[in-house]
């Protein structure tokens, strides 16, 4: 048994392997696909197998052996490696148990080779230096090759049969990432053309005559600009307020539109705004500044006003006739006709759209998480609590594309500045800038669910052509048998003879020459018997030829038994034998192994019912010096068998 060069395997095969884990490792990414892993892995190592193989199993003895299996030696070595490690990374996820590197190299390597070195010595080693190999032997190593066939192209089509799955869905993945893409950008280029529209609106507001040419304060100027904001926002519905608030933070006037109604509020009940973030801010700006807040939700009378109200307000600086600061003037524009825009993409989105501030608060997209911020005695639901990891890779780029094992995540961020082309005197009056970040989260379950009647039509494709291939393989496996056997028997016609079931003449007298030849390596002698039976004409005459073939197939049996296991026997002629006992050096030994042959012989034969007797005469030669050649031993032992022949018969006779 070869277990140094098995070890040797051994050892390159888990060697090996941790090379090209490491190989990988560096070269192939998450996203490249466990399949092509796979197939680098199994390949590569199957070509390791190989090559190891044949390198340590090149003698002649192996070679002499392999007979007609050498042809198919390296595709049994590349399906048994290459399906043995492919069946190791589809069925172990190393992953998940958390190891490290070195420890994931090891277990792989182990498991490899332990399993690929004990098949290929079951497949190809044990059954290449079996000489002589029964007919059950060939049979069955025929049905397990057939059956790691099987299994192999279990492996390759599970393989095949993936790819096109995972290349179907990788390309729905891109399709539906580039249509919600798209449809966030379209988002955002609406959002943030609102808030240029309304810019522009505030500064068409602010530079109204009213105010340069008359006291704000008059009751003819109030009336007239009340009317004029009333016309305003009846006409432009996206807006909710128009208010010009004094230095101290108390609404000078206010038109109001709820819903369709458009209202001008009366003196009673403006209120005071002092206390409100954006007037303080604001009201510290030069005049030709512009101020956008962030979007939150309206206040009213010091409360939130409810329901929601979703609202952005705008902000410049009032100048009066003398050049002097009256006040603030503060459009509201409507947050609801903005996340509006986004609902509407939301219903025909395959994800989950959602609006978050610069703190990763929730505008919109998460119900029950929206504006937290707004609320002291509620929790605060951040994004970036949530998904750390996620919200840090957005701050890198104003857009891109993240991806998880679960979800893919398309993010926009919005700044008014960074990304709308806006007119000087407005992108130079900016101070503040209002920042939000547009997220549509895909989740990669929803999309693969879409694809459940094609995994169902690949499943029932892959258990069909698997169903298939038992008939195909079990026919192939049945012929092979069947050619087999016929082979068996062509080659038993060739070197046996038909009636013993013993080596022919040709074929003995082959072996017979090997013998010498390792004889006179081994410098061990060798012994040549021939072996010629006594009375057995009279038995062919008495009772016929067929109870003549049933002693000669007796006689085959009996001299077999008083020979060694490693004595070669051959039938050379109608009754004559021939028997070969190679590294025999002692002369009583080789009397005794005579004598039980001719005892045994001298045992009467029961054949057809009847007894008959046979004798039987031995001529026994000797290969003594390195020049004896098979002639020379031949013919001594024939001079001997002849000496047997007329010493009286039933002898046997060393040569001289």
């Known amino acids: 048994m070869p277990i140094k060069r ?16 490491l190989f990988l490792a560096a070269f192939v990414t998450q996203f490249t696909g466990v399949w092509l892993s796979v197939i680098l892995d199994s390949s590569l190592i199957a070509l390791v197998a190989i090559v190891t193989t044949l390198y340590l199993f090149r003698d002649n003895d192996f070679v002499t052996h392999q007979k ?39 277990i792989d390597g182990l498991i490899l080779s332990s399993l690929s070195v004990s098949l290929i010595y079951l ?36 393989i095949a049969l993936y790819m096109f ?28 053309q609102q808030l240029n529209h309304a810019s522009r609106d505030l500064l068409i507001l602010r530079n109204n005559h009213h105010f340069k040419d008359h006291d704000i304060l008059s ?82 009378n010091g409360e939130i006003e409810r329901p929601f109200k979703p609202m952005i307000r705008l902000a410049s600086v009032l100048m009066g006739p003398k050049g002097t600061k009256i006040g603030l003037l503060i459009v509201n524009l409507e947050g609801a006709h903005l996340l509006s825009q986004l609902d509407n993409i939301s219903k025909n989105s395959s994800g989950n759209i959602m609006l978050l501030n610069k703190d990763s608060y929730w505008l919109f997209g998460a119900t029950n998480k929206q504006w937290s911020f707004m609320f002291a005695n509620r929790p605060q639901h951040r994004f970036k609590d949530q998904q750390p990891h996620i919200w840090q890779s957005m701050q890198t780029q104003a857009n891109g594309i993240i991806e998880n094992e679960n979800n893919v995540y398309i993010y926009e961020h919005l700044t008014l500045l960074n990304d709308m082309l806006l007119p000087n005197n407005i992108a130079n009056s900016l101070i503040n800038r209002p920042e939000w970040t547009l997220i549509n989260k895909v989740p990669l ?3 693969e669910s879409e694809f459940s009647s094609l ?72 012994v040549l018997m021939y072996l010629d039976l006594d009375y057995f004409k009279p038995i062919n005459d008495e009772l016929g030829h067929g109870a003549g073939d049933e002693v000669l197939k007796k006689v085959a049996i009996r001299i077999k038994s008083c020979l060694r296991q490693q004595d070669i026997i051959a039938r050379i002629g109608g009754d004559e034998f021939a028997a070969i006992l190679p590294q025999l050096n002692d ?44 002639i020379k031993l031949k013919t001594q032992a024939d001079q001997a068998l002849y000496e047997a022949k007329n010493s009286g018969r039933n002898c046997y006779r060393f040569s001289k």
């Open 6 to 21: 098995l070890l040797i395997l051994f050892l390159s095969l888990a060697f090996s392997e941790a090379v090209i884990m």
């Open 165 to 192: 799955y995972q290349s179907q869905l990788q390309t729905r993945i891109n399709n539906v990432i580039q249509h919600e893409k798209n449809e966030l950008k379209q988002a955002k280029k609406a959002f943030l």
């Open 68 to 106: 007609l299996r050498t042809e198919f030696l390296i595709i049994k070595i590349a399906m048994i490696v290459f399906t043995v490690e492919a069946i190791i990374m589809f069925a172990f996820n190393f992953d998940a148990l958390m190891l490290k590197q070195w420890q994931i190299m090891l």
């Open 445 to 447: 379950a929803k999309i």
């Open 219 to 300: 009751s003819v100027n109030r009336a007239q600009l009340e009317q004029d904001y009333a016309n305003f926002i009846s006409i432009k519905n996206f807006y909710t307020q128009i208010r010009i608030l004094d230095l101290t933070g108390k609404e000078l006037l206010r038109v109001h539109r709820d819903k369709h109604n458009v209202a001008i509020v009366s003196a009673e009940q403006l209120q005071d705004k002092s206390h409100r973030y954006y007037f303080k801010q604001a009201i510290k700006m030069n005049p030709s500044a512009i101020f956008i807040s962030p979007l939150d939700l309206n206040f009213e």
């Open 455 to 526: 995994k169902k039509l690949i499943i029932a494709l892959y258990l069909g052509i698997m169903t298939l291939m038992i008939f195909v393989i079990y026919t192939f496996a049945i012929n092979t048998i069947k050619r087999r056997k016929y082979q068996a028997k062509v080659e038993n016609y060739a070197y046996f003879d038909s009636l013993t079931g013993l080596y022919n003449r040709r074929i003995f007298l082959e072996q017979l020459d090997l013998e010498i030849i390792k004889a006179t390596q081994l410098s061990c002698p060798l």
């Open 123 to 158: 497949f190809v080693i044990k059954y290449a230096f079996s000489l002589n190999q029964s007919h059950n032997t060939q049979k069955n190593t025929t049905k397990l090759t057939s059956s790691l066939a099987y299994f192999c192209s279990a492996v390759l089509l599970y």
């Open 587 to 630: 002369k009583k030994a080789i009397a005794d192994i005579a004598e039980r042959i001719i005892t045994s012989i001298n045992t009467p034969f029961t054949i057809f019912d009847q007894q008959c007797s046979l004798g039987i005469s031995i001529g026994i030669a000797t290969s003594a010096s390195e020049t004896q050649t098979s």
